[in-house]
């Protein structure tokens, strides 16, 4: 019988003592139902993708209801559109800045300890925030600021939840139902806010829903969600891959260029939605005031119905869009490759046109700009679900939680984290008198930079098409360094070592 720790002991054996005589061992009679990769069952994994879309929900319905409500909250605190610019801003700045420090945690730590955690602060926070008196408008910047913390605990982590459970088809399966919510929570966020609004009579009852929801999704979070192994479904396993510090996965990170273009592209997307997110509902309400079709504010109270509607658009769009950009996405990789990145390209500048037509036939027809708006939307939509695969299949498990983190970064930080408030500068600074004809045609002007942003997002993902297929292929057949941990069988045991002390 050789000895296990000799030269003759095959280098990968899984064998263990009990199996070097040759003799298969009772347990070996009667076959055993195999444990999945993941250590989470089938009914599990979609049951824990089923919570974080629900929990993805209502962080957008929660980020939008603001929006929802922004003409009131104009009136109740006496405050101009670049003031007003500022409530999606702090939010975004919070929830960019601390997106790294959760990504680090996430590739290392329990996933589901720290969504618990970070969604229950956001509840609080959210719940907080409907009490700000009227004086006192920096409160509800303070508030909608940490509201940032619990969302980045969240979205920075539950896309690699969702690669440890599912691969290829299944896993694009389960990011397209992860990122319907998206624009489904933002629709709720609007038609939530603005019906609350109207029965109460009063915006803070609006910001009073999501927290409750919230903690309910932390239940079930604590219940249903079981945390899986990282990366142990994919032919590169977690153990088999090592862990490197920050700083070299950043390293690599930027040497990636689909990842890099993709996120420039995503960049593009932000902006455009952040701006339309925001500024949408009281640009549509501006232009039936120059119309005619409404009446200006009277007492404490706006019109929510133009809230009411773009809140439907959004949903409608945001599954049309989401649902339409996959199957076109996976009916074009019979043809090529490439595909992901060149639907991605084709929504952007399609949008483009469709939202500038928008902008320009406000002032004429109200339908027509719904229309335009509706078009818009779906082709901008296309690309939300496609752009969470790409980041997923060019960066290795080990890395992906501060893949995201970096993404959210650099598109918040170069996207709708400035936005918002640069078009509302931008419209105060085209104002020449304060009117309904001036606070219309100012933020109409403003807006229509979202139409060649979108151009440009679009060259960005027509560029990552040039290196999507090498970075797929490098990241599946990624190997570890010459410093890496391998397995090596010592007594039955796995065993980690470094390869330089074997190959010496």
């Given at each position: 019988m050789a000895d296990p720790s000799a030269d003759s002991t095959p280098f990968f054996s899984d064998d263990v003592e009990g199996d070097e005589s040759g003799e298969a061992g009772p347990e070996s009679e009667s076959p055993q139902e195999e444990e999945p990769a993941s250590g989470v069952s089938n009914c599990r994994a979609k049951?824990?993708?089923?919570?974080?879309?629900?929990?993805?929900?209502?962080?957008?319905?929660?980020?939008?209801?603001?929006?929802?409500v922004l003409p009131d909250i104009e009136k109740y605190f006496s405050i101009?559109?670049?003031?007003?610019?500022?409530?999606?801003?702090?939010?975004?700045?919070?929830?960019?800045?601390?997106?790294?420090?959760?990504?680090?945690?996430?590739?290392?730590?329990?996933?589901?300890?720290?969504?618990?955690?970070?969604?229950?602060?956001?509840?609080?926070v959210t719940f907080a925030s409907s009490y700000t008196p009227k004086d006192h408008f920096w409160?509800?910047?303070?508030?909608?600021?940490?509201?940032g913390v619990g969302e980045a605990s969240y979205s920075t982590i539950a896309p690699t939840i969702i690669a440890d459970l599912f691969v290829k088809e299944k896993r694009t399966s389960m990011l397209t139902v992860f990122c319907l919510a998206i624009p489904v929570g933002g629709g709720l966020g609007y038609i939530v806010g603005s019906k609350v609004d109207d029965l109460a009579g009063d915006w803070h009852w609006a910001l009073r829903v999501t927290?409750?929801?919230?903690?309910?999704?932390?239940?079930?979070?604590?219940?249903?969600?079981?945390?899986?192994?990282?990366g142990a479904i994919e032919a590169h396993p977690e153990h088999t891959l090592h862990r490197t510090s920050w700083l070299a996965d950043m390293q690599a990170l930027c040497k990636n260029p689909s990842f890099m273009l993709s996120t420039c592209g995503f960049t593009a997307v932000a902006f455009v939605t952040g701006s339309l997110a925001l500024w949408a509902p009281a640009f549509l309400f501006r232009a039936a005031v120059f119309n005619g079709e409404r009446?200006?504010?009277?007492?404490?109270?706006?019109?929510?119905?133009?809230s009411l509607y773009f809140g439907i658009i959004t949903c409608v769009t945001g599954i049309l869009g989401v649902a339409s950009g996959v199957e076109v996405s996976r009916r074009l990789k019979r043809w090529t490759p490439r595909a992901d990145p060149l639907v991605c390209a084709f929504g952007l500048l399609?949008?483009?046109?469709?939202?500038?037509?928008?902008?320009?036939?406000?002032?004429?027809?109200?339908?027509?700009?719904?229309?335009?708006?509706?078009?818009?939307?779906?082709?901008?939509?296309?690309?939300?679900?496609?752009?969470a695969d790409i980041l997923l299949y060019v960066v290795v498990p080990t890395r992906r939680s501060t893949a995201e983190a970096f993404q959210i970064v650099l598109s918040h930080l170069l996207g709708d984290a400035g936005s918002p408030y640069l078009i509302g500068v931008v419209s105060d600074s085209l104002k020449r008198?304060?009117?309904?004809?001036?606070a219309f045609r100012s933020l109409q002007l403003s807006l229509l930079i979202c139409s060649f942003i979108a151009v440009g997002g679009g060259a960005f993902f027509l560029a990552t098409a040039v290196f999507i297929e090498k970075d797929r292929l490098l990241a599946e057949n990624y190997t570890p360094s010459d410093d890496a941990p391998i397995v090596v069988p010592k007594r039955g045991r796995s065993t980690k070592v470094p390869v330089s002390s074997v190959l010496i």
């Open positions: 049951l824990t993708v089923g919570v974080l879309c629900l929990i993805n929900l209502l962080n957008y319905m929660d980020r939008f209801t603001v929006a929802g101009n559109d670049g003031t007003s610019g500022l409530l999606q801003t702090v939010f975004i700045c919070s929830y960019m800045f601390l997106a790294p420090l959760f990504g680090y945690l996430g590739d290392r730590y329990n996933r589901k300890i720290i969504m618990c955690v970070g969604i229950s602060f956001w509840s609080v409160a509800l910047l303070v508030t909608r600021g940490l509201v927290p409750v929801l919230g903690l309910v999704a932390v239940f079930l979070l604590v219940f249903v969600v079981q945390e899986p192994n990282r009446e200006p504010c009277s007492g404490d109270s706006c019109s929510n119905t133009d399609m949008a483009a046109p469709f939202l500038y037509l928008s902008i320009v036939f406000a002032q004429a027809s109200t339908v027509a700009t719904y229309v335009f708006i509706f078009l818009g939307e779906t082709f901008l939509s296309m690309n939300w679900a496609i752009v008198e304060e009117s309904y004809m001036w």
